[in-house]
């Protein structure tokens, strides 16, 4: 059974720094893409990063392109999401969603998210 | 990066048929067929229901097709039930190497 699971959320003030986990298993990790996709309270859904199953392909939002910086170990099954200068806009629950290719495709599982409040 | 647009709601009796647009630029659609959809009740997390534009992952009722035309995925849920009251997202890979989601709609069985 896939499982993806999500830690490291809090509450945060703005211009701090955070890190997301996504520990993953139930499948070949480094097999897959990753991806974090967060949703505001109330809101849609955005894509935030996506990392190739050997980190050679890295996209970004433009929201958060220079900010934020996604990475992956393939030894410990985990993705990450290193958000810096964080805004009260950043405020989200923030998914770990597995790729159903190696480099760019559908999500086709999904964590419960963790999630991340960013005030003073 | 804009949002794909979806209406923002849409409604139907049980049994009956409704349909869910999304349009985008040609852009945002890319040339690789990477829309999806994506059913997500109330305090849930995502469930895939759509992937390459009309193909449905396991488990999932084939009262759930996808199409494309030109710059606007569609879709439709047949026989609607009430299980099927949720919000409905589109997704695509862009030509940018970006993913875009649609504002999303809200689907009410009346």
């Known amino acids: 059974e896939v499982q993806l699971v999500e830690s490291g959320g809090g509450l945060v003030q703005p211009g701090r720094s955070l890190r997301l986990s996504c520990a993953a298993s139930?499948?070949?990790?480094?097999?897959?893409?990753m991806h974090w996709v967060r949703q505001a309270p109330g809101k849609g859904l955005e894509w935030v990063s996506g990392?190739?199953?050997?980190?050679?392909?890295?996209g970004y939002a433009d929201s958060v392109k220079g900010r934020f910086t996604i990475s992956r170990d393939n030894a410990k099954k985990s993705l990450y999401l290193q958000m810096n200068g964080l805004r009260a806009e950043d405020t989200a629950l923030y998914y770990c969603?597995?790729?159903?290719?190696?480099?760019?495709?559908?999500?086709?599982?999904w964590g419960q998210g963790t999630l991340v409040t960013v005030s003073s | 990066q804009s949002a794909l647009t979806q209406p923002p709601s849409v409604s139907g009796s049980p049994g009956q048929s409704v349909t869910i647009s999304c349009t985008g630029t040609?852009?945002?659609?890319?040339?690789?067929?990477?829309v999806s959809w994506y059913q997500q009740p109330p305090g849930t997390a995502p469930r895939p229901m759509i992937y390459e534009v009309s193909n449905r992952p396991s488990g999932v009722p084939d009262r759930f097709s996808g199409s494309k035309s030109g710059n606007t995925a569609s879709l439709t849920i047949s026989g609607l039930q009430a299980e099927d009251e949720a919000d409905y997202y589109c997704?695509?890979?862009?030509?940018?190497?970006?993913?875009?989601f649609g504002g999303g709609t809200k689907l009410t069985v009346l």
């Open positions: 997704s695509s890979y862009t030509s940018s190497n970006t993913w875009v």
């Open positions: 040609s852009s945002d659609f890319g040339i690789y067929n990477r």
């Open positions: 139930g499948f070949t990790f480094d097999d897959y893409a």
């Open positions: 969603a597995k790729d159903m290719a190696a480099v760019a495709g559908n999500f086709d599982y």
């Open positions: 990392i190739s199953w050997n980190s050679g392909n890295i």
